[in-house]
């Protein structure tokens, strides 16, 4: 018998236009089995034999797509599954809304194909799990449990399938994980996926040494989009220090002669280097070719939905 968020999941599923079946299959397995799948995809997991027929096909999939040679696959993959790079108080924003929001075609906003749709209802549904991909590691990154599933029927289904993983949070705690998340350099994303109801369920708070999505985009596969913003120097001089080069986790930073140079291509206007920079030397400015940021109030201002 299929359990109650189980049936939730598939309920919500057949109210979104276009959401089909695979798709349900998809986003089942992949949320009720994430360790393995991820760690399948980061070729650190055998298949399980139970699992050969189902989770085994899908990492192949993704390891055929993001990782493989061809630039056509790896678009297309990145066309179903995506994370948004977003700053700190936009990551606040998404887990202390006090009011269910729909906003709609936000792909001339938000530069993902697949984002037709951010559906953030019930925001303080909020599970804090332990993240996959650091699981996934031999020596991974601590704390596990930095993974953010946001709202209904994600947050209930998490809570029932993986009971020693996760726990239902507050909004204070889930600000409180981002913060944190934010001192040890780390990046925010806001991740979307055709197979999650084709919207926003997560927030990860990702560090380059574990992170899937960060290995994947590394090796070629456009899965994670820009803040919005790049990184500059102000008028201040830079000391040299270094700091910013060793934080960046995005390898955007050198320095040359004693001074910063960024690397702008590479820059996805995250703001660990302006956090690390004690001499105001590294600041964030948007950059409209990046893409638009993810600010829910601006958004909802813009669609005449209002303020929160």
Same mark, same amino acid.
């Given at each position: 018998?299929?359990?109650?968020?189980?049936?939730?999941?598939?309920?919500?599923?057949?109210?979104?236009?276009? #959401?089909?079946?695979? %798709?349900?299959?998809?986003?089942?397995?992949?949320?009720?089995?994430?360790?393995? !799948?991820?760690?399948?995809?980061?070729?650190?997991? =055998?298949?399980?034999?139970?699992?050969?027929?189902?989770?085994?096909?899908?990492?192949? !999939?993704?390891?055929?797509? *993001?990782?493989?040679?061809? =630039?056509?696959?790896?678009?297309?993959?990145?066309?179903? #599954?995506?994370?948004?790079?977003?700053?700190?108080?936009?990551?606040?924003?998404?887990?202390?809304?006090?009011?269910?929001?729909?906003?709609?075609?936000? %792909?001339?906003?938000?530069? #993902?194909?697949?984002?037709?749709?951010?559906?953030?209802?019930?925001?303080?549904?909020?599970?804090?799990?332990?993240?996959?991909?650091?699981?996934?590691?031999?020596?991974?990154?601590?704390?596990?449990?930095?993974?953010?599933?946001?709202?209904?029927?994600?947050?209930?289904?998490?809570?029932?399938?993986?009971?020693?993983?996760?726990?239902?949070?507050?909004?204070?705690?889930?600000?409180?994980?981002?913060?944190?998340?934010?001192?040890?350099? $780390?990046?925010? $994303?806001?991740?979307?996926?055709? *197979? /999650?109801?084709?919207?926003?369920?997560?927030?990860?708070?990702?560090?380059?040494?574990?992170?899937?999505? /960060?290995?994947? $985009?590394?090796?070629?596969?456009? /899965?994670?989009?820009?803040?919005?913003?790049?990184?500059?120097?102000?008028?201040?001089?830079?000391?040299?220090?270094?700091?910013?080069?060793?934080?960046? &986790?995005?390898?955007?930073?050198?320095?040359?002669?004693?001074?910063?140079?960024?690397?702008?291509? *590479?820059? /996805?206007?995250?703001?660990?280097?302006?956090?690390?920079?004690?001499?105001?030397?590294?600041?964030?400015?948007? *950059?409209?070719? =990046?893409?638009? &940021?993810?600010?829910?109030?601006?958004?909802?201002?813009?669609?005449?939905?209002?303020?929160?």
């Amino acid at each position: 018998m299929l359990r109650r968020s189980t049936r939730e999941f598939w309920k919500a599923g057949r109210k979104v236009e276009g #959401y089909s079946l695979s %798709e349900f299959v998809h986003g089942y397995v992949y949320t009720r089995w994430p360790y393995a !799948y991820i760690g399948i995809a980061k070729g650190k997991r =055998k298949v399980p034999a139970l699992l050969l027929p189902f989770v085994g096909a899908l990492a192949w !999939y993704l390891l055929r797509s *993001a990782f493989g040679r061809s =630039k056509a696959a790896k678009r297309a993959f990145a066309d179903h #599954y995506h994370g948004k790079v977003v700053l700190l108080n936009a990551a606040e924003q998404l887990v202390t809304l006090d009011q269910p929001i729909e906003l709609h075609d936000l %792909e001339t906003i938000i530069p #993902y194909t697949t984002a037709r749709a951010i559906l953030l209802s019930a925001p303080d549904h909020i599970v804090a799990l332990d993240c996959p991909c650091r699981a996934a590691m031999e020596n991974p990154c601590l704390p596990l449990d930095v993974c953010l599933i946001v709202g209904e029927p994600f947050a209930a289904f998490v809570t029932e399938h993986h009971p020693n993983r996760s726990r239902a949070i507050t909004q204070d705690e889930a600000v409180e994980i981002l913060r944190a998340e934010h001192e040890r350099g $780390h990046v925010h $994303h806001a991740f979307f996926k055709d *197979a /999650m109801l084709g919207r926003f369920y997560a927030i990860c708070n990702c560090c380059s040494c574990c992170c899937g999505a /960060m290995q994947a $985009h590394r090796n070629g596969t456009p /899965m994670l989009a820009s803040s919005g913003f790049v990184a500059r120097r102000t008028s201040v001089s830079c000391v040299g220090c270094g700091r910013c080069v060793a934080a960046c &986790p995005f390898g955007a930073l050198s320095l040359l002669d004693g001074t910063i140079q960024i690397d702008e291509s *590479a820059c /996805m206007g995250c703001g660990v280097c302006a956090s690390k920079c004690s001499s105001g030397v590294l600041t964030l400015v948007r *950059a409209p070719e =990046k893409g638009t &940021p993810l600010d829910i109030h601006a958004l909802l201002a813009e669609t005449g939905e209002g303020t929160v």
